[in-house]
Each structure stands twice: as structure tokens, then as C-alpha cells.
């Protein structure tokens, strides 16, 4: 069946999306049985706890009205652990912890009610006590206290006590075996985690307080991930000291003596309680590291350092555990969403605890990525993974090129991969190329790449959006008179800062929760990132000419195609006036513009209804502006500047 591209009728709905939206994460495992955390979108994003027993048997632990998520750093992580039996969890909506045991019953809450936020959880046994990152907001007109405290779990409740001080920031606190030493990480203003932070190691007295604290790794220009013990008490960290984020134990001692080329044992912090290592027994670790992109699994002889690849097919992601005969991970194919896994390491088989949702595909619908390297400004290289449009039934007229989606991911520090997503099939499967573009400073490519967006946002992850586009189109794989560019917050800021300082490349665009004006931002957000722009443009106020030159709210003049703005209403990363003030220039410019915002979200949509209308909105969107009909039944979005639009 000969259709155009964009009409192609696909058996994937926004439905079918959302239904995917199920993300897993924060695996542990305890005396056998295996935790993980489902946040779900049919139930308004609600975070909860899921137990698989060794029978196989699952229940879950929070019940209806009990979510389990932390708003330290407003991102979260490390939200709960499984300590001696018992789970102990932060309920986003008071922030509290509770304690939930093992046999079921009521939850008891472990701290007080206050404005105190709790994550990234290690349990204290010798004591009975967790020691946490705790994010005190207690203070009017000042930014939040962060500290490390212990809290007791036979004092009833409490707001626990404070066991080290002074830094902006901590996380990973982490208990040696034998009760003795904590390790924890920390770092200051205007450092990101994966900028530097320093690895500092105490003692705990009889009393419980730290003793001979020093510092032990790191620095401002180092980023130590990670830290924790081996069963017999060696300290292990990651560290990117020589470029590259790799596994160390004590005295800087390389825990791998054969790392693969170009490979990063790190993930750039920006949630808690992520790891890329764990012991299995006393003479194995598992390993997670990527290189070009794509991420795999190995395990490492702890006394020889050799590592042997776990050829699986599998790109972990954030959460790792292990015991001594497997390893428990989330992880997805190219072809297979993310699931909850149990490998054994014994044999290679893999045990899937919870299957994430996907639709029934035959491998003919599915889109593969290829990895692709072009070039960019500056006589440097840019990486991306391309979905060419597929279908089992339907192909385009012989002359006719691919709309296609350039997308940026958010952070700026963050990655995409190659690992399955139903969103992007979603456009592929209807006739739409991607490209899903790692532009410069985005991590897993070493820190010199990482920081060649150093005082460059919105400028070379601009030109390499471009330039991917360029690539794909002087390839014949893309039309360019519908080339489209979208992303999500720092993703719509480098879409936004592509209209307007490269106008007439794009034709459309997409931007959900994105930043219009970043001179707002460095004003008006959270203590975690309230520096982070120092590094990525310059120092606010003194360079307030830069940022006002880097804000595309000030160039809408420049403005030359459609676009369509997402929002949740209460996004406190990301505040709405952002989009608000650009649909308002847009609108007075005369350009289509569509803006949409949803009550009761925050940064990032996690309610199945919100995902759904977006999606089919922006398909809705694209239709208008480029004079298609999609196949599929879509309410109609209002687009201003538009005589067609309903």
C-alpha cells in the first residue's frame, strides 16, 4: 500500500505510549525476594513499591495513596531501601518516611512532619539507625540545608540528627560491612556532580558521631561516582580523573585492568542512589559501562581486575544489585522495552521479573537505531542514532523524502540510547524519520566532551541539531522542507535557540516544558541547579549580557514556523511563564502556535491522560502545518494563526 509519509495508519496509539510510560527502577534484593519501584501513569504517576518473592508470588507495599518518591534535588532517587526485613520508604506527598515490614501491616512513620525532605539511604546496623541525605527547607528567603543526619528507628519519630555539615550538597552516604566507616560524597556551588565532587571517608564513634573525617578522592575538576565497600571493607569508587569515568578501588588502584576503549563506568548524577558496580560475593563484581552510545554488562574477577563482557543483548540502565549467583537490573533491548531483570551469572540465563508494556510488534514495524557520527562546528564529530520510517504494510511514493524529528534530549547532561522506546516507533511506524542526537556535553563520550558544552549551551547542541538534520538530508533520507525539531526542558530550550538563532532550517517545532528564557532560569529555580548555568553559559548577574543573547524569548522577531508548546502547571524546574511568555510572542508575531497546559504536573508528564493528549496533539500539529491527514482519530488542538485550525 502506497501512502504518503505521516499518513501511514500504525498499530501503535499515544495509549500504547503511555502505557510503556510504566518506568522501573531503585532494584534491591533481600533475603532473596527483589524490590523494585513502578511508577504509573494510569494512576496519576504514583511511584510504587512491588515485591517479587523467591516462589515467584508479587505484592506490593504502598498501598492506594502512598507514593514513593523523594523531592530532594526536585529530580529524587533513593527513595527507599530494604534494610534487616523492613522497607523504608519517603512518601512524596508529606515527604515523611515510613516504615513498612516485611509481613504487611500497617505503615508507621518513621519522621517527623516538617520541611525536611530524606533520600539516598544506607541502613546502619550496628546502631539500628538509616543515616540520609537530608534537604531542609526551614529557612525563608534562603536556598535549602543540605546534611548528612541519622535517624533512629527505635526513637520513634524524628527528624533525625545531623552527622556532617557545610557542604551545598551530599549523596551516597554508604556504611562499611563491618559498621565501622562511612564513605559519602559531597560538593559545593556552582559544581555539578558530573563536574567535581569530592569522596570523603570517616569513622563512627561509639556514640554514632563521624570521627577523622578526610577527604579521600576528588576535587573540582575530578567527578567521583559512586563510592562503596567490597564485603571484606575496600573502599570502591568511579572516578574520570584520566578522562574517562572508570572503577577504582583504595589508593587509585584501577579495579579493571582491561577496560574496553572509550568506555564510561559513570552516569552523570542527576538522580540518587544510580550505580554502575556491585559485588556479587567477595570475588566478583558486575559491571554497566557504555561506549559509542550503547550500553552493555560485564563482570570483573575482583582480585585478578580482568573483566569478561556479559554478551546479552541487554543495555542496563541507572540500578544495578547482585548476590553471589545473579544480578537483578532494568534493562531493555533495541527491540524490547525496559523490563525487571535476574540474570544468572553462573549460566547467562535471564529471568524476567516484570515485563515493561509494549505492543505486539512483528520485527517488520519496528524502526532499528543506527548509531551515525557527523560532522559538526569546529571541525569536531557529533553522535546520534537514526530511526528510518518503517512499516509491515506501507510505503511512500518513490519521490517523496521523510518528515523528519530532530530530537534533543533534556539535562543538557544527560544521553539518549539505543534502547527501545515505543515513542519513537510511534513516529516511525507513521511515516516519520528520526534522529535522536548526543550533541557535545552530552555524557557517556568522556569528559572532553562532556565539556565542550562548557559555556556553549545554546550554541554547538544547536549546531549539532542542525547539522544532523544537514547530514540526513544531504543523504536523501530527509525532506527538508519538513524538518521538525522537538525536545523536553533543556531539549526545547536547544529547539527553541534552533528557531531562533538558525531561522529557516526548521520548518516546525515541539517544545515540552522548555526554557525560553534563561536569564529567568538562573533567577528563578531550584537549589540543585541554581548554579548549574555558571558553567554552561557564565557566572549570573556578571554575565547577564550573555544570557540575555543566549534567551530566545528576546529574538521571537526571528521567528519563522510553527510551533507548539507543552506544559505542566506545576513544574517547579521549569516555571510556566517560560512557555507562556513564548506563546505570547509567537501568537503577536502572527505564527501558528499551540499551547497546552496540564493541571497537576510537574517537569516531565508522568499522567497517562497528559502523555496521550500530548502526543496525539503534536501528530495533530505537524498535520496542520504540513497539510497531511494522519490516520488516526485525533481531538483537535486550537492553533492560533491558523484560518484551518479548529
Not at 534562603?142 to 519519630?157: F, K
Not at 550533541?439 to 541539531?465: F, H, I, M, P, T
Not at 530566545?552 to 506544559?567: G, K, N, T, Y
Not at 488516526?632 to 484551518?644: E, Q
Request: glycine share 10%.
Amino acid at each position: 500500500m502506497i501512502k504518503p509519509y505521516g499518513t501511514w495508519p500504525s498499530p501503535i496509539s499515544a495509549g500504547s505510549v503511555a502505557a510503556q510510560g510504566v518506568r522501573f527502577g531503585s532494584v534491591a534484593v533481600d533475603r532473596g525476594a527483589v524490590y523494585w519501584l513502578e511508577r504509573r501513569p494510569h494512576e496519576g504517576g504514583r511511584g510504587a513499591l512491588v515485591r517479587r518473592w523467591p516462589d515467584g508470588r508479587h505484592d506490593e507495599l504502598t498501598p492506594q495513596g502512598f507514593n514513593v518518591r523523594t523531592r530532594v534535588h526536585e529530580y529524587g532517587g533513593g527513595a527507599y531501601i530494604v534494610a534487616d526485613g523492613r522497607v523504608y520508604f519517603v512518601n512524596f506527598q508529606d515527604q515523611r518516611v515510613y516504615c513498612a515490614d516485611a509481613g504487611g501491616g500497617a505503615l508507621r512513620p518513621v519522621t517527623v512532619s516538617n520541611d525536611c525532605f530524606y533520600a539516598d539511604f544506607t541502613y546502619d546496623a550496628p546502631r539500628n539507625r538509616l543515616i540520609a541525605v537530608r534537604e531542609a527547607h526551614s529557612r525563608p528567603g534562603r536556598e535549602p540545608e543540605t546534611t548528612l543526619v541519622a535517624i533512629p528507628l527505635d526513637a520513634g519519630e524524628t527528624a533525625g540528627t545531623v552527622i556532617a555539615s557545610g557542604a551545598d550538597f551530599y549523596s551516597t552516604p554508604r556504611v562499611s560491612p563491618d559498621g565501622s566507616r562511612l564513605a559519602w560524597l559531597e560538593w559545593r556551588h556552582p559544581q555539578m556532580p558530573w563536574n567535581g565532587t569530592e569522596l570523603w571517608v570517616a569513622g563512627i564513634g561509639a556514640n554514632g558521631a563521624l570521627t577523622g573525617a578526610s577527604r579521600v578522592a576528588g576535587g573540582p575538576s575530578e567527578s567521583v561516582y559512586q563510592p562503596g565497600w567490597s564485603p571484606d571493607g575496600r573502599l570502591f569508587f568511579v572516578s574520570d580523573r584520566d578522562g574517562w569515568w572508570k572503577l577504582y578501588h583504595s589508593d587509585y588502584q584501577p579495579a579493571i585492568v582491561n577496560p574496553p576503549a572509550a568506555a564510561e563506568f559513570g552516569r552523570p548524577q542527576w538522580i540518587f542512589e544510580t550505580a554502575t558496580w556491585a559485588f556479587a560475593g567477595p570475588s566478583t563484581i558486575v559491571v554497566s559501562y557504555t561506549t559509542h552510545g550503547r550500553w552493555h554488562l560485564g563482570v570483573v574477577d575482583a582480585a585478578t581486575g580482568v573483566m569478561s563482557p556479559l554478551a546479552l543483548g541487554l543495555e542496563p540502565r541507572e540500578w544495578l544489585t547482585a548476590t553471589e549467583t545473579h544480578a537483578c537490573v532494568v534493562a531493555g533491548t533495541t527491540r524490547t522495552p525496559d523490563s525487571v531483570m535476574r540474570i544468572d551469572l553462573r549460566s547467562g540465563s535471564i529471568e524476567t521479573l516484570q515485563a515493561g508494556a509494549a505492543p505486539d510488534l512483528d520485527e517488520a514495524w519496528i524502526a532499528e537505531p543506527e548509531r551515525i557520527e557527523f560532522p559538526t562546528g569546529n571541525g569536531q564529530t557529533a553522535h546520534a542514532f537514526v530511526y528510518p520510517p518503517r512499516h509491515a504494510e506501507c510505503t511512500a511514493p518513490r519521490d517523496e523524502r521523510p518528515p523528519l524529528i530532530v530530537i534533543n534530549h533534556g539535562g543538557p547532561t544527560t544521553a539518549t540510547t539505543a534502547r527501545f522506546d515505543v515513542a519513537i516507533q510511534y513516529w516511525t511506524t507513521r511515516g516519520f524519520a528520526v534522529v535522536d542526537v548526543n550533541y557535545r556535553g552530552s555524557s557517556g563520550y568522556g569528559r572532553a566532551y562532556r565539556q565542550l558544552l562548557n559555556g556553549q549551551w545554546g550554541v554547538v547542541d544547536v549546531e549539532d541539531a542542525i547539522n544532523a538534520a544537514r547530514y540526513l538530508v544531504e543523504q536523501g533520507r530527509a525532506d527538508p522542507r519538513r524538518l521538525i525539531i522537538r525536545g523536553g526542558s533543556a531539549g526545547g530550550y536547544t529547539a527553541l535557540a534552533a528557531l531562533v538563532f538558525h531561522p529557516g532550517v526548521f520548518k516546525a517545532a515541539a517544545s515540552y516544558y522548555g526554557v525560553s528564557d534563561v536569564e529567568v532560569l538562573a533567577r528563578d529555580t531550584h537549589k540543585f541547579e541554581s548554579r548549574y548555568l555558571d558553567t554552561l553559559i557564565g557566572p549570573y548577574p556578571q554575565a547577564r549580557e550573555l544570557y540575555r543573547a543566549r534567551s530566545p524569548i528576546h529574538f521571537v522577531d526571528r521567528l519563522s514556523c510553527a510551533l507548539i508548546l507543552f506544559q505542566g502547571l506545576e513544574d517547579r524546574v521549569v516555571p510556566p511563564n517560560q512557555s507562556e511568555m513564548m506563546a505570547e510572542a509567537a501568537r503577536r508575531k502572527g505564527l501558528p502556535v499551540a499551547y497546552v497546559a496540564f493541571e497537576g504536573e510537574q517537569h516531565g508528564f508522568r499522567k497517562a491522560e497528559t502523555i496521550v493528549r500530548s502526543l496525539e496533539a503534536e501528530l495533530f500539529f505537524y498535520g496542520a502545518v504540513f497539510g497531511f491527514a494522519p490516520a488516526d482519530r485525533i481531538a483537535p488542538v486550537h492553533i492560533d494563526n491558523l484560518p484551518s485550525s479548529t
